[in-house]
Protein backbone atom coordinates (compact mmCIF):
# COMPACT_ATOMS: atom_id res chain seq x y z
CA UNK A 1 0.00 0.00 0.00
CA UNK A 2 1.57 2.95 -1.18
CA UNK A 3 -0.70 5.55 0.71
CA UNK A 4 -2.21 6.84 -1.79
CA UNK A 5 -5.79 6.60 -2.20
CA UNK A 6 -7.84 7.16 -5.89
CA UNK A 7 -11.62 7.20 -6.41
CA UNK A 8 -13.28 5.77 -8.12
CA UNK A 9 -11.88 1.78 -8.63
CA UNK A 10 -13.84 1.94 -11.75
CA UNK A 11 -15.83 4.39 -14.42
CA UNK A 12 -17.85 3.50 -17.17
CA UNK A 13 -19.55 6.45 -19.26
CA UNK A 14 -20.58 7.41 -22.45
CA UNK A 15 -19.27 9.96 -24.91
CA UNK A 16 -19.84 13.42 -24.57
CA UNK A 17 -19.97 12.99 -20.67
CA UNK A 18 -18.09 14.25 -17.82
CA UNK A 19 -16.32 12.63 -15.01
CA UNK A 20 -14.05 13.75 -12.10
CA UNK A 21 -11.08 11.34 -10.29
CA UNK A 22 -9.83 12.22 -7.05
CA UNK A 23 -6.45 11.41 -5.78
CA UNK A 24 -5.70 11.95 -1.86
CA UNK A 25 -2.12 11.82 -1.68
CA UNK A 26 0.18 10.30 0.85
CA UNK A 27 0.15 12.03 4.04
CA UNK A 28 2.78 14.99 4.06
CA UNK A 29 3.02 14.90 0.00
CA UNK A 30 3.03 18.38 -1.29
CA UNK A 31 2.95 17.57 -5.35
CA UNK A 32 0.27 15.63 -6.71
CA UNK A 33 0.94 14.36 -10.44
CA UNK A 34 -1.82 12.43 -12.65
CA UNK A 35 -0.52 10.00 -15.38
CA UNK A 36 -2.72 8.00 -18.04
CA UNK A 37 -1.91 5.06 -19.35
CA UNK A 38 -3.44 3.78 -22.50
CA UNK A 39 -2.69 0.30 -24.69
CA UNK A 40 -1.37 2.04 -27.47
CA UNK A 41 0.67 5.17 -25.63
CA UNK A 42 1.73 3.46 -22.22
CA UNK A 43 2.18 5.75 -19.40
CA UNK A 44 1.74 9.16 -20.10
CA UNK A 45 2.21 12.29 -17.81
CA UNK A 46 -0.59 14.76 -17.69
CA UNK A 47 0.23 17.32 -15.24
CA UNK A 48 1.43 18.03 -11.73
CA UNK A 49 0.65 20.25 -9.04
CA UNK A 50 2.26 21.43 -5.94
CA UNK A 51 0.76 22.70 -2.84
CA UNK A 52 -2.13 23.69 -4.28
CA UNK A 53 -0.54 25.34 -7.69
CA UNK A 54 0.00 24.22 -11.06
CA UNK A 55 3.90 23.24 -11.77
CA UNK A 56 3.96 21.77 -14.76
CA UNK A 57 1.98 20.23 -17.74
CA UNK A 58 2.49 17.21 -20.10
CA UNK A 59 0.70 15.60 -22.54
CA UNK A 60 -2.90 16.91 -21.39
CA UNK A 61 -5.87 17.61 -23.84
CA UNK A 62 -8.07 20.84 -23.12
CA UNK A 63 -10.92 18.86 -22.16
CA UNK A 64 -9.27 17.78 -19.34
CA UNK A 65 -8.52 19.82 -16.39
CA UNK A 66 -7.48 19.24 -12.87
CA UNK A 67 -7.20 21.14 -9.35
CA UNK A 68 -5.42 20.04 -6.10
CA UNK A 69 -7.36 21.55 -3.16
CA UNK A 70 -6.10 23.24 0.26
CA UNK A 71 -6.13 19.96 1.84
CA UNK A 72 -3.65 18.36 -1.13
CA UNK A 73 -5.91 16.03 -2.20
CA UNK A 74 -6.68 16.55 -6.35
CA UNK A 75 -9.23 16.25 -9.01
CA UNK A 76 -8.86 15.46 -12.27
CA UNK A 77 -11.76 16.46 -14.42
CA UNK A 78 -12.04 15.16 -17.88
CA UNK A 79 -14.87 16.46 -20.19
CA UNK A 80 -16.46 15.58 -23.30
CA UNK A 81 -15.35 12.06 -23.24
CA UNK A 82 -14.49 10.14 -26.51
CA UNK A 83 -13.83 6.55 -26.76
CA UNK A 84 -10.28 7.39 -26.92
CA UNK A 85 -9.96 8.53 -23.54
CA UNK A 86 -10.73 5.11 -22.46
CA UNK A 87 -7.70 4.10 -20.38
CA UNK A 88 -6.34 3.61 -16.73
CA UNK A 89 -5.64 7.43 -14.58
CA UNK A 90 -2.73 6.88 -12.34
CA UNK A 91 -2.15 9.60 -9.59
CA UNK A 92 1.13 9.85 -7.98
CA UNK A 93 2.21 11.94 -5.01
CA UNK A 94 5.88 12.98 -3.29
CA UNK A 95 7.27 15.34 -0.83
CA UNK A 96 8.22 18.02 -2.55
CA UNK A 97 7.63 17.86 -6.30
CA UNK A 98 11.36 17.93 -8.06
CA UNK A 99 14.45 16.68 -8.01
CA UNK A 100 16.76 13.89 -9.66
CA UNK A 101 16.54 11.93 -6.35
CA UNK A 102 12.61 11.84 -5.22
CA UNK A 103 10.47 9.15 -5.28
CA UNK A 104 6.96 8.78 -6.65
CA UNK A 105 4.36 6.75 -4.81
CA UNK A 106 1.39 5.98 -7.17
CA UNK A 107 -2.00 5.14 -6.12
CA UNK A 108 -3.66 2.37 -7.58
CA UNK A 109 -5.68 3.84 -10.36
CA UNK A 110 -9.04 4.27 -11.64
CA UNK A 111 -9.81 2.32 -14.49
CA UNK A 112 -11.93 4.70 -17.28
CA UNK A 113 -14.15 3.19 -19.79
CA UNK A 114 -15.94 4.92 -22.32
CA UNK A 115 -19.05 3.56 -24.33
CA UNK B 1 14.86 13.51 -21.69
CA UNK B 2 17.75 11.05 -22.59
CA UNK B 3 16.22 8.18 -23.93
CA UNK B 4 16.37 4.31 -21.98
CA UNK B 5 16.19 1.69 -24.33
CA UNK B 6 15.11 -2.35 -22.52
CA UNK B 7 14.57 -5.34 -24.20
CA UNK B 8 10.65 -6.41 -24.59
CA UNK B 9 10.42 -9.05 -22.43
CA UNK B 10 12.59 -11.58 -20.04
CA UNK B 11 11.68 -14.79 -18.53
CA UNK B 12 13.22 -16.25 -15.40
CA UNK B 13 12.71 -19.32 -13.26
CA UNK B 14 11.63 -18.69 -9.36
CA UNK B 15 14.64 -18.50 -6.92
CA UNK B 16 16.96 -17.42 -9.73
CA UNK B 17 19.08 -14.10 -10.00
CA UNK B 18 17.14 -12.20 -12.47
CA UNK B 19 19.38 -9.06 -14.40
CA UNK B 20 17.41 -6.71 -16.24
CA UNK B 21 19.76 -4.89 -18.95
CA UNK B 22 19.11 -1.02 -19.58
CA UNK B 23 20.73 1.20 -21.96
CA UNK B 24 20.89 4.81 -21.71
CA UNK B 25 24.24 6.10 -23.69
CA UNK B 26 23.28 9.36 -23.98
CA UNK B 27 22.55 9.93 -20.15
CA UNK B 28 24.31 13.36 -18.86
CA UNK B 29 26.38 13.93 -15.79
CA UNK B 30 23.07 14.97 -13.70
CA UNK B 31 20.76 12.15 -14.73
CA UNK B 32 20.28 9.77 -12.28
CA UNK B 33 18.84 6.29 -13.14
CA UNK B 34 15.50 4.97 -11.41
CA UNK B 35 13.77 1.83 -11.75
CA UNK B 36 9.81 1.39 -11.03
CA UNK B 37 7.99 -1.83 -11.65
CA UNK B 38 4.21 -2.56 -12.43
CA UNK B 39 2.92 -5.21 -11.05
CA UNK B 40 -0.32 -6.90 -12.70
CA UNK B 41 -3.12 -3.70 -12.17
CA UNK B 42 -1.48 -2.27 -9.98
CA UNK B 43 0.33 1.46 -10.08
CA UNK B 44 4.02 1.67 -10.73
CA UNK B 45 6.12 1.27 -7.44
CA UNK B 46 9.54 2.96 -6.98
CA UNK B 47 12.58 -0.03 -6.61
CA UNK B 48 15.66 1.77 -6.50
CA UNK B 49 17.90 4.77 -8.14
CA UNK B 50 21.29 5.55 -8.40
CA UNK B 51 24.05 7.86 -9.65
CA UNK B 52 27.48 6.34 -10.40
CA UNK B 53 27.97 3.77 -7.26
CA UNK B 54 26.35 0.41 -7.27
CA UNK B 55 23.15 0.33 -5.17
CA UNK B 56 21.62 -1.91 -2.91
CA UNK B 57 17.86 -2.55 -1.27
CA UNK B 58 15.79 -4.71 0.34
CA UNK B 59 14.19 -5.04 -2.81
CA UNK B 60 16.97 -5.31 -5.75
CA UNK B 61 20.52 -4.03 -6.37
CA UNK B 62 21.33 -1.06 -9.30
CA UNK B 63 24.66 -2.26 -11.34
CA UNK B 64 26.17 1.20 -13.34
CA UNK B 65 28.59 0.90 -15.88
CA UNK B 66 31.84 2.55 -15.14
CA UNK B 67 30.87 5.16 -18.12
CA UNK B 68 27.01 5.10 -17.08
CA UNK B 69 25.77 4.43 -20.14
CA UNK B 70 24.12 1.27 -19.38
CA UNK B 71 22.60 -0.49 -16.15
CA UNK B 72 21.20 -3.48 -14.83
CA UNK B 73 18.74 -4.39 -12.21
CA UNK B 74 19.55 -7.55 -10.31
CA UNK B 75 17.01 -9.30 -8.19
CA UNK B 76 18.91 -11.90 -6.26
CA UNK B 77 15.52 -14.70 -6.16
CA UNK B 78 13.11 -14.07 -8.06
CA UNK B 79 9.89 -14.73 -6.40
CA UNK B 80 6.27 -15.20 -9.04
CA UNK B 81 5.24 -12.00 -7.39
CA UNK B 82 8.32 -9.96 -9.04
CA UNK B 83 6.32 -11.01 -12.53
CA UNK B 84 6.29 -7.25 -13.57
CA UNK B 85 6.83 -4.38 -15.71
CA UNK B 86 10.20 -3.32 -15.06
CA UNK B 87 11.20 0.64 -16.29
CA UNK B 88 14.51 2.18 -16.29
CA UNK B 89 13.94 5.52 -16.31
CA UNK B 90 16.39 8.61 -16.27
CA UNK B 91 15.82 11.85 -13.76
CA UNK B 92 17.59 15.13 -13.39
CA UNK B 93 17.71 18.29 -11.22
CA UNK B 94 17.09 20.52 -14.72
CA UNK B 95 13.81 21.94 -16.03
CA UNK B 96 12.09 18.41 -16.57
CA UNK B 97 12.63 17.04 -13.10
CA UNK B 98 9.11 16.96 -11.98
CA UNK B 99 7.89 14.12 -14.19
CA UNK B 100 8.68 10.04 -15.20
CA UNK B 101 9.34 9.93 -18.85
CA UNK B 102 8.22 6.08 -19.00
CA UNK B 103 9.06 4.06 -21.57
CA UNK B 104 8.19 0.51 -22.93
CA UNK B 105 9.62 -1.51 -20.16
CA UNK B 106 10.74 -4.97 -19.95
CA UNK B 107 8.29 -7.48 -18.93
CA UNK B 108 9.37 -9.87 -16.76
CA UNK B 109 7.40 -13.60 -16.45
CA UNK B 110 8.83 -15.97 -13.93
CA UNK B 111 8.13 -19.18 -14.21
CA UNK B 112 7.54 -21.49 -10.84
Known amino acids: DSGVTQTPKHLITATGQRVTLRCSPR?????VYWYQQSLDQGLQFLIQ???????AKGNILERFSAQQFPDLHSELNLSSLELGDSALYFC??????????????FGPGTRLLVL | DAKTTQPNSMESNEEEPVHLPCNHS???????IHWYRQLPSQGPEYVIH???SNVNNRMASLAIAEDRKSSTLILHRATLRDAAVYYC?????????????FGKGTLLTVNP
Open chain 1, 49 to 55: YYNGEER
Open chain 1, 92 to 105: ASSVVGGGAVETQY
Open chain 2, 26 to 32: TISGTDY
Open chain 2, 89 to 101: ILKNSGGSNYKLT
Open chain 2, 50 to 52: GLT
Open chain 1, 27 to 31: SGDLS
